[in-house]
């Protein structure tokens, strides 16, 4: 079994050659190389997923995640599109152009308006941090009145003379 690095360019081109002569159905998932374009105009433009990728070192604690593109010399996609994980690399251009149009708009509105209403609010935020943040001081908390405070003293004067009565006995 070959692994990527022990391929030359010249054993690349003829697998793609024999997976363009090859009399039965063949799926090939990879990714996105400069290799596999003979198959994409024999066979139209792959269909893609993105995955995670599970031997990548995580990033802030999370996994990275990488295009996986699928070739076929049959018609795939009704049986992988039926539960939803696949994305031709068309649609996913269109949706990534369309959310980047979507943040220049926002951006857009922001300066034109100066409004700021659009960016999240960060989570949340202590009174203190929030009086600071308005130069205002932060709101004391307030205590038991003094008659509190003298019912509690006494409760606490009743249970210590029934706790050295208890150790008299």
Do not use: C
């Not at 951006?107 to 600071?132: C, N, V, W, Y």
């Amino acid at each position: 079994m070959y692994t990527y690095d022990a391929w030359k360019n010249e054993e690349y081109r003829e697998f793609i050659q024999v997976l363009i002569r090859a009399p039965f159905k063949w799926i090939l998932s990879e990714s996105d190389l400069d290799f596999y374009a003979p198959l994409t105009r024999r066979f139209g433009p792959p269909l893609e997923k993105i995955v995670r990728w599970h031997s990548s070192p995580p990033v802030d604690g999370k996994r990275r995640f990488y295009r996986e593109l699928f070739w076929a010399n049959y018609d795939i996609r009704e049986r992988l599109f039926q539960g939803g994980w696949f994305m031709d690399v068309h649609r996913l251009k269109v949706i990534e152009s369309l959310r980047e149009e979507i943040a220049q708009r926002e951006e857009t509105i922001r300066m034109l308006t100066g409004d700021d209403r659009i960016q999240k609010r960060p989570p949340h935020r202590s009174k203190a941090e929030l009086a600071a943040k308005k130069d205002a001081p932060a709101k004391k908390r307030k205590g038991p009145s003094a008659a509190g405070r003298k019912r509690i003293a006494a409760a606490q004067k009743l249970r210590w003379k029934k706790l050295k009565d208890a150790a008299k006995k």
